[in-house]
């Protein structure tokens, strides 16, 4: 797997037509979210470079985060039916459409921001990223749940 930044033109543009690909009955091929789900979980995802959800450091990220942090922008993809942390955890029942739209408009807030506007927030398990590395490692989670869904 080639690893993409999220803050480049051409990958913001081919993650927003790979959203636009789902639709309410979409099945997933692993996991146990529904695809709105998955939608509202990349949303949450999205908002801690963003600065809109500040989150404490993780007591383990703390001890053991440097030794896995590279994993979260590296070529490897991966691996199904990881562990999620309960800050983002979906459980609820959601409305696709709103979901969508909301996780849209999040991404093009991200890729807006660009470089200068994102990253001041710590990555709860892993600490400080640069812009780089945000853009980078959102590509990932957004190409790992999409392909989660077919798409």
């Known amino acids: ?16 037509e790979r959203i636009n690909k789902l639709t309410p009955a979409t099945p997933g091929f692993w ?6 789900q998955m939608l509202a979980h990349c949303k949450e995802a999205f908002k801690v470079p963003l600065s809109e959800k500040p ?6 990220g ?6 896995f942090k590279k994993q979260l922008y590296n070529e490897k993809e ?13 459980k609820d029942k959601r409305d696709f ?16 921001a660009g470089p200068q506007g994102i990253g001041k927030s710590p990555h ?5 990223y640069t ?4 853009g980078l490692s959102m590509w990932k989670h957004i190409d790992h749940h999409l392909r989660q869904f077919g798409v």
């Open 97 to 112: 459409a709103t979901e969508k739209n909301e996780l849209i408009q999040l991404i093009n807030q991200f890729y807006e």
């Open 1 to 16: 797997m080639k690893i993409k930044n999220l803050l480049e033109e051409p990958v913001h543009a081919s993650v927003l």
């Open 131 to 134: 812009s780089e590395q945000w």
């Open 31 to 36: 996991g146990k979210m529904t695809v709105s």
């Open 55 to 60: 989150l404490p450091r993780l007591f383990m």
């Open 124 to 128: 709860p398990m892993f600490g400080e």
């Open 78 to 90: 991966w691996k199904q039916n990881l562990p999620t942390a309960s800050n983002f955890k979906i």
């Open 62 to 67: 703390r001890m053991m985060g440097w030794m």
